[in-house]
């Protein structure tokens, strides 16, 4: 892939198994706060795949739209758009009663300096949200952020460990989760927490770091030693098929793929598709912010890009310079400090 439409069209490809889903998702599709780094292209991606299945649906997308292409964008491949401030009490009270929401509003990187603003959008935000769609299913993307660092050698996170979040940013993303649950509770709203760590696009994320990395001759720090990853359209498709399997009390889903990866294994990789030598500093810590996704692949299957696809993908990009969102995961980060 060379441009950012051969990545788009690549990325918002839908399945069969994900045609054959989204026939039995009953009613339109409202995503909230689709302006983020995976909004667009998991709209597409179910745009797509309700034409590819033959039938009607709505997918529409809410955000606040600084960015006006963005908005001409997604009109332009057939996905309704509503700019609407989520804070703003009369804004929300105006959207659509749809059956089926996407919530990926909140706020991460900035969060240092301005925490009242990530409280305010991680769990303020969701209250309202679920008392005004208390009659839909609701899939709520959450982050693998808020479970313990766990050791590298005694097995990944699954849903059933207890959330230990490290950090504001951790720590407001478990009470959006905890702020939804206490709705679903009241008002048996049928919903599934998506905690997703790390998706991969070409333009951005954990991949693309350590390769710019290795490719500008720049050190790999190895301190957090081991990672998850998940390519974006296979994440987005995971999340367009959870609206099947919302449920109350809430279904808790881990999401990423199916191996653990060595930062410093991913460095010399990509040092050996650059003809480089990767520079390394740092010793690996024994724990790292690792899940385990076996549940999700149960339901869904594996991913369909394999983390070898993703190398060669990502180290043909950067080779051609190709464009990049700027912002980075920090997935170095072991204090919660976004």
């Known amino acids: 892939m060379e441009t950012v439409l ?16 989204i026939k039995k998702i009953d009613g339109d599709i409202l995503i909230l706060g689709i302006a983020g780094k995976m909004g667009p292209t998991l709209a597409k991606m179910a745009k797509r795949a309700a034409e590819e299945a033959g039938i009607e649906k709505r997918i529409i997308g809410v955000a606040r739209f600084s960015n006006k292409d963005m908005k001409e964008q997604l ?23 749809i059956p089926n929401i996407i919530f990926m509003a909140g706020n991460k ?27 839909s299913n609701i899939v709520v993307f959450s982050s693998g952020n808020i479970y313990p660092f766990t050791p590298v050698t005694a097995g990944n996170c699954g849903e059933d460990v207890t959330p230990i979040p490290v950090g504001e940013y951790a720590m407001s993303t478990l009470g959006r989760e905890r702020i939804f649950t206490n709705f679903s509770n009241r008002f048996q709203t049928k919903m599934l927490m998506f905690r997703l760590n790390y998706a ?3 333009r951005y994320g954990v991949l693309l770091e350590i390769a710019k990395s290795v490719y500008n001759n720049e050190a790999v720090d190895v301190t957090m030693g081991s990672v998850n990853v998940i ?5 987005n498709e995971y999340a367009i098929r959870s609206l099947l399997h919302c449920d109350s009390p809430v279904k808790i889903l881990n999401v990423t793929g199916p191996e653990t990866l060595s930062v410093r294994w991913l460095a010399k990789e990509f040092a050996k598709r650059f003809n480089k030598e990767a520079i390394i500093i740092g010793v690996e810590q024994e724990t790292a912010l690792l899940n ?10 594996y991913p369909r890009v394999s983390v070898e696809q993703m190398l060669d993908m990502v180290a043909n990009w950067v080779e051609l310079d190709g464009a990049t969102l700027n912002k980075p995961t920090h997935f170095q980060e072991r204090k919660g400090a976004f």
């Open 6 to 21: 051969q990545l788009e069209e690549f990325m918002t490809k839908p399945s069969v198994a994900l045609v054959e889903d």
């Open 75 to 97: 009109e332009s491949a057939g996905i309704e758009t509503i700019t609407c401030d989520l804070l703003d009490e009369e804004q929300l009270a105006q959207l659509p009663d």
């Open 109 to 135: 990187f900035g969060t240092v300096n301005n925490e009242h603003f990530t409280w305010a959008m991680n769990t303020y935000v969701p209250g309202r949200v679920a008392d005004k769609f208390k009659n």
């Open 200 to 202: 991969i696009d070409l």
């Open 231 to 235: 390519w974006q359209g296979d994440a």
């Open 292 to 301: 385990t996704a076996a549940h999700a692949h149960k339901l869904f299957g």
